[in-house]
Nanobody, 128 residues
Framework: QVQLVESGGGLVQAGGSLRLSCAAS????????MGWFRQAPGKEREFVAA????????YYIDSVKGRFTISGDNAKNTVYLQMNSLKPEDTAVYYC?????????????????????WGQGTQVTVSS
């Protein structure tokens, strides 16, 4: 089975930084892109950022632009999220996700894809 495992979450004061990591375990697979989502209590899961391995193009939601940076290694199915200048509204469980490679050539904005594999999440809490 394909599994994604997140790490690096924790408690940090507003203005601080955290670096999240995600690595695949279990059955090997080829990913087309990987990204991060987050979900706060009582709210729906929302897209945060993603990276498409081909061309290393990235996409971020407006609220994290300039503060978060996504990077990774497609050969290892590993992705990172460097989070700087954290705000209380960033508090959520952060989930890693991946799109499996299908061999297709169509390219869409990275928040419009259906993600195939998910991690179980890591808690990020930002105090004011």
């Amino acid at each position: 089975q394909v599994q994604l495992v997140e790490s690096g979450g924790g408690l940090v004061q507003a203005g601080g930084s955290l670096r999240l990591s995600c690595a695949a375990s279990g059955r090997t697979f080829i990913s087309y892109a990987m990204g991060w989502f987050r979900q706060a209590p009582g709210k729906e899961r929302e897209f945060v950022a993603a990276i498409r391995w081909s061309g290393s193009d990235t996409y971020y939601i407006d609220s994290v632009k300039g503060r978060f940076t996504i990077s990774g290694d497609n050969a290892k199915n590993t992705v990172y999220l460097q989070m700087n200048s954290l705000k209380p509204e960033d508090t959520a469980v952060y989930y890693c996700a991946a799109i499996r490679s299908s061999g297709g050539t169509l390219r869409y904005r990275l928040d419009l894809y259906t993600y195939d594999y998910w991690g179980q999440g890591t808690q990020v809490t930002v105090s004011s």
